[in-house]
């Protein structure tokens, strides 16, 4: 855990208040929006069932993964919080190179493989309650739905990590472990990152 003991205190404090939980499901389902465009390319090329059943499944779970956070969240009425978003959005669009994986051929390849390096550290990274105090009731519609998301994240690990030890690429096993690492270390520092701007929110 990035945070120390004050910081965890103070996102605690605040997780609940409307602009932090838009920010927070902006946050979230930017980042999903962006994966299921990726996702749907593989909807109608010519993959292998285990693969093929394994990301159509990611695709669809993401999908209501975005449905629900929409439900859930208790949106803010200031529009200047949604210019905020906008802007994160596209920070993060720009960071994690989403642009590499929407506008290049879905087929198994070198490109490909990083992209499921980087859904592995989406879904090891983006996990809000384990920085909240240990002792914060898991009550709030909200909070119950990111702990919900990082289960689903957990189980959806299991299958990305059985594809990147098995995908078909000309990749020694020293060279996947470094792109893994590459991935995982890039989506950390956007989640940090953006941990870090929700705790310098004034209170409302």
Same mark, same amino acid.
């Given at each position: *855990?990035? $945070?120390?003991e004050k910081q965890?205190k103070?996102?605690?404090?605040?997780? $609940?208040?409307p602009?932090i %939980?838009? @920010?927070i499901?902006s946050?979230?389902i930017?980042i999903?929006?962006?994966?299921?465009? #990726?996702?749907?390319?593989?909807?109608?090329? =010519?993959?292998?069932?285990? =693969?093929y059943?394994?990301l159509h499944?990611?695709?669809? @779970?993401?999908?209501?993964?975005i449905?629900?956070? @929409? +439900?859930?969240?208790?949106?803010? !009425?200031?529009?200047?919080?949604y #210019?905020?978003t906008?802007?994160?959005? *596209?920070?993060?669009?720009t960071?994690?190179k989403f642009?590499?994986?929407?506008?290049t =051929?879905?087929e198994?390849?070198?490109?490909?493989?990083r992209? &499921?390096? $980087?859904?592995q550290? &989406?879904?090891? +990274?983006l996990?809000?309650?384990?920085?909240l105090?240990?002792?914060? =009731?898991?009550? +709030?519609?909200?909070? #119950?739905? !990111?702990?919900s998301?990082?289960?689903? +994240?957990g189980q %959806?690990?299991?299958?990305?990590?059985?594809?990147?030890r098995?995908?078909?690429?000309? !990749?020694?096993?020293?060279a996947?472990?470094?792109?893994?690492?590459?991935?995982?270390?890039? #989506?950390? @520092?956007?989640?940090e990152?953006?941990?870090?701007?929700?705790?310098?929110?004034?209170?409302?």
């Amino acid at each position: *855990m990035f $945070l120390d003991e004050k910081q965890s205190k103070r996102l605690g404090d605040i997780i $609940l208040e409307p602009k932090i %939980q838009t @920010r927070i499901a902006s946050f979230l389902i930017g980042i999903k929006q962006y994966n299921c465009m #990726v996702l749907s390319k593989f909807e109608w090329q =010519p993959v292998e069932w285990i =693969p093929y059943a394994l990301l159509h499944g990611q695709l669809y @779970r993401e999908m209501e993964l975005i449905g629900l956070l @929409r +439900h859930t969240c208790s949106w803010s !009425l200031d529009p200047g919080v949604y #210019v905020q978003t906008s802007k994160t959005q *596209m920070q993060v669009y720009t960071d994690l190179k989403f642009s590499d994986y929407l506008f290049t =051929p879905a087929e198994a390849d070198l490109t490909f493989y990083r992209y &499921l390096a $980087l859904s592995q550290g &989406l879904f090891a +990274h983006l996990r809000f309650i384990r920085l909240l105090p240990v002792e914060l =009731p898991i009550e +709030h519609k909200f909070l #119950v739905l !990111l702990r919900s998301l990082e289960t689903v +994240h957990g189980q %959806q690990m299991q299958g990305q990590i059985q594809m990147l030890r098995h995908f078909p690429v000309d !990749l020694s096993e020293s060279a996947r472990e470094r792109i893994v690492g590459e991935e995982s270390r890039r #989506v950390l @520092r956007v989640f940090e990152n953006f941990v870090q701007e929700l705790l310098q929110e004034e209170p409302s």
